[in-house]
């Protein structure tokens, strides 16, 4: 009953699909430089990087014009992995730009943007990493929102913290009217949402093959005043890490 009462407050709401997380937001700037930070782009220099799920190949690009000597980009979306190899070959840069689906090519570093909070199985891609990693290599990620951000929902976030306070099943009813895939749970809507925290993160870190040797959890800017290690689930924009193999 409660679920019903809900799904028709959010049809009150948002009786149409509300604007996701805007790529836009990147529009003449890089993304990679935006999210990763400077201190830490500039350690791909002179070195093989593995960009894990480059998607369209902007960041791979950006990786090669920081200065990466070969950059590997992997997505499981073929079409996604065409786009970016005519993006490079425009560039003139598909001499140090390869897209693919797999590779055994050991890197130096790897890294990963927007997809911590996608991964339906983060442990076993944090396994499936360090398999990729050459003895002494890195990985840098930047992820973001959180699960507890105001628009931690993505899609579901209708309003701030609306994925909190309605339940899966009432979001996933409201989402079926305007996204009729079929998905049943977070985990299985586009793109996936496996409701990502902080903390949850570092545990998943502490239980792999990696030792957490930064992390940065930038403050939403009208929040950063109270920012702090108590707030940070709820005030975080963006997760910034850099994981090393535990020695």
Not at 26 to 42: A, F, I
Request: aromatic share 8%; glycine share 8%; proline share 4%.
């Amino acid at each position: 009953m409660l679920d019903v009462l809900q799904f028709k407050m959010l049809r009150k709401i948002a009786p149409v699909s509300p604007k996701t997380l805007d790529p836009s937001n990147y529009e003449g700037k890089s993304k990679m430089r935006v999210l990763l930070g400077e201190e830490l782009l500039r350690l791909v220099q002179d070195k093989t990087v593995i960009d894990f799920g480059c998607g369209n190949g902007l960041a791979t690009l950006d990786l090669a014009r920081a200065g990466a000597k070969k950059v590997i980009g992997i997505d499981i979306l073929e079409n996604a992995l065409q786009e970016a190899s005519a993006r490079a070959e425009a560039a003139g840069l598909a001499d140090r730009c390869e897209f693919t689906t797999r590779t055994d090519t050991k890197a130096d570093a790897i890294v990963s943007l927007d997809a911590f909070e996608h991964f339906g199985e983060p442990d076993a891609i944090l396994a499936i990493m360090h398999s990729l990693l050459k003895p002494g290599g890195f990985v840098m990620a930047s992820f973001g929102p959180t699960w507890y951000h105001p628009l931690g929902g993505h899609l579901f976030s209708v309003f701030p913290w609306a994925h909190l306070i309605f339940s899966e099943r009432a979001l996933i009813r409201w989402r079926a009217d305007v996204r009729p895939d079929g998905a049943t749970r977070f985990a299985e809507v586009e793109g996936g949402l496996n409701q990502m925290t902080i903390a949850r993160f570092e545990r998943l870190v502490a239980a792999s093959s990696f030792q957490i040797e930064m992390i940065e959890t930038v403050p939403i800017r009208p929040l950063r005043r109270v920012h702090n290690r108590l707030t940070r689930e709820f005030t975080t924009a963006i997760v910034r890490v850099k994981l090393v193999a535990k020695g």
